[in-house]
């Protein structure tokens, strides 16, 4: 199995490679949009802007959206916010691989960062054997807003004395998956979505 991740120059690279080798699976480190194919599955990778991840695919963006639609593809934190279409962030197209925007995340602290629970939205094999409401660690200012409710995963809500607010924390569309949070820094259930993804990969492989 072949994971080839996004490296894009905002992206959390040491964790998220490390967690992907622990599965089994081999890792490739793509530096331009191309290197990512051939692959057996994509992760675009968490931390930093929108306008600075956006820049990445720029010149390959359709190509490149085109292509991800045949293989299995995860976007974590700032990699869930470019499977859209734009955001309030700033400058810059999306992948418009999930209709939608990103907006910044209406709570009283932002940015939001530590454990929050997330629930899921019926079956998902991302969150297969994971206690739903299991807590992930989340770093972030800005959320996904998917048009279609149908592509919202999972959701989770940050309450605190006199008001609460509910965000979008994973999406889901066909063979495109993204997660607001970090599972490469959420521990063991991190881990296993991270293998979730990764055997998702292979079994999509083994039906080609």
């Known amino acids: 199995m072949k994971i080839s991740v996004a490296c894009y120059g905002v992206g959390n690279m040491h964790s998220i490679t490390k967690a992907v080798r622990l599965t089994g699976a081999e890792v490739r480190v793509a530096k331009t949009p191309s290197e990512l194919f051939p692959a057996d599955g994509i992760i675009l990778p968490g931390v930093g802007s929108f306008s600075a991840g956006s820049r990445w695919f ?9 292509r991800m639609r045949e293989v299995p593809v995860l976007g974590i934190c700032l990699g869930c916010q470019l499977l859209l279409d734009s955001s309030e962030e700033g400058a810059g197209r999306g992948l418009s691989l999930i209709p939608g925007t990103v907006r910044r995340l209406s709570a009283r602290k932002v940015p939001n960062t530590g454990w929050e629970r997330v629930y899921t939205r019926g079956e998902n094999m991302l969150f297969s054997g994971i206690q739903n409401g299991e807590a992930f660690y989340f770093v972030h200012s800005f959320v996904p807003v998917p048009a279609n409710s149908e592509d919202v995963a999972a959701s989770t809500t940050l309450g605190w004395d006199g ?4 965000f979008v924390s994973a999406v889901a569309h066909e063979n495109i998956f993204g997660v607001q949070f970090h599972p490469e820094k959420s521990s063991k259930q991190g881990l296993r979505l991270i293998g979730n993804f990764v055997e998702y990969c292979r079994r999509v ?3 080609r």
Not at 58 to 66: F, P, S
Not at 163 to 166: P, R, T
């Open 205 to 207: 492989n083994l039906c």
């Open 58 to 66: 720029v010149e390959e963006r359709e190509r490149v959206a085109e």
């Open 163 to 166: 008001g609460a607010v509910s």
